[in-house]
């Protein structure tokens, strides 16, 4: 024997269970605010509070790869001995941190906010003991006053062979193609040159001083922004590529003139008229030429002619 619910208990009931679910989602959005209080977005934080911040993201997004302890393992290098200028360069230009370990560290956007990137640079390198932290972040000056003569001498003796003479990158062995410096930013060209990512050398303040350093900076800005002498860049790629653009597009340019003038001298004639001003049959012409020549020409049967006497 059952008993019927009636319409109006029905009703209490789910209005009930309404109430408790809006006050569950209340209880617990108070709870989220109680809990993060008095904490600081990372972009305010300094100190020890960003160390703190760096370590929590340190976890999330690099522990996997390199370790808790940062000494690395087999999907990532140890990053012991590296300083605020490499971490904060593989985090600018987008090489970190990677989607996959087995993914090639490339340039590209960066993933993390600006923040968070300060966060990491202020925590990674204190797994390193003191002492053994690679170099801080290079200070740039005022580029306009920098000499461009000195940082085109500078370029062109220590830059140059891997990255091209118009910082555009080549090749430079196996499957390494040095980065196009026109898409990199002064910051992340002065920390290259400090940290020497990948197969680049390091160039320490006792290679390049500071002032030798903005020179460089200043003529890589200055490359990407002077006008092309020639009129078209092409891609600002050097002489040698260049010139054989120009090449190729001349010489084809006239082949292709050569081919219409000869296929069209082909196919006209000069209209030949006899003494009456008759026209001639061109093709009679031709045939008759042929004959006499195939009657002189070399190994042609002589004729006798009959003696008249």
């Not at 617990?28 to 977005?41: F, I, S």
């Not at 300094?46 to 997004?61: D, F, K, P």
């Not at 990677?98 to 993390?112: C, I, N, S, Y």
């Not at 740039?140 to 001498?153: F, K, P």
Request: glycine share 12%; with cysteine; hydrophobic share 40%.
């Amino acid at each position: 024997m059952t008993t019927a619910v009636s319409p109006h208990r029905r009703v209490a009931r789910v209005a009930a269970l309404a109430m408790i679910a809006l006050a569950m989602v209340v209880l617990t959005n108070a709870a989220v605010a109680l809990a993060t209080q008095g904490e600081e977005p990372v972009g305010t934080l300094s100190g020890e509070a960003l160390i703190t911040a760096g370590e929590n993201l340190y976890g999330s997004q690099c522990v996997m790869c390199h370790g808790a302890n940062g000494r690395g393992g087999e999907l990532g290098p140890s990053l012991i001995g590296q300083g605020a200028a490499s971490i904060d360069f593989v985090i600018r230009t987008g090489r970190m941190p990677l989607a996959d370990a087995g993914d090639r560290p490339v340039h590209t956007e960066q993933k993390l906010t600006d923040e968070e990137r300060r966060a990491l640079v202020a925590f990674v390198p204190t797994l390193s003991p003191e002492g053994q932290r690679g170099p801080e972040i290079p200070e740039i000056n005022d580029l306009s006053s920098a000499s461009l003569t000195v940082g085109l001498e500078l370029f062109t003796s220590n830059c140059a062979a891997c990255h091209g003479p118009t910082a555009a990158g080549i090749a430079v062995g196996r499957r390494d193609v040095s980065s196009n410096l026109n898409i990199a930013d002064p910051v992340e060209i002065a920390e290259a040159i400090r940290v020497g990512p990948g197969v680049m050398p390091v160039f320490g303040e006792e290679v390049i001083d500071a002032d030798e350093l903005d020179a460089i900076v200043a003529w890589v800005v200055h490359l990407r922004e002077r006008e092309a002498p020639g009129g078209l860049a092409v891609g600002r790629s050097g002489p040698v590529s260049e010139g054989v653009v120009v090449w190729l597009l001349g010489i084809g340019g006239l082949l292709s003139i050569i081919y219409l003038l000869g296929d069209r001298s082909g196919h006209e004639h000069t209209d030949l008229v006899d003494a009456s001003g008759n026209p001639l049959d061109v093709d009679l012409l031709d045939r008759g030429i042929a004959v006499a020549d195939a009657r002189t020409g070399p190994g042609a049967t002589p004729t006798t002619e009959a003696d008249p006497t």
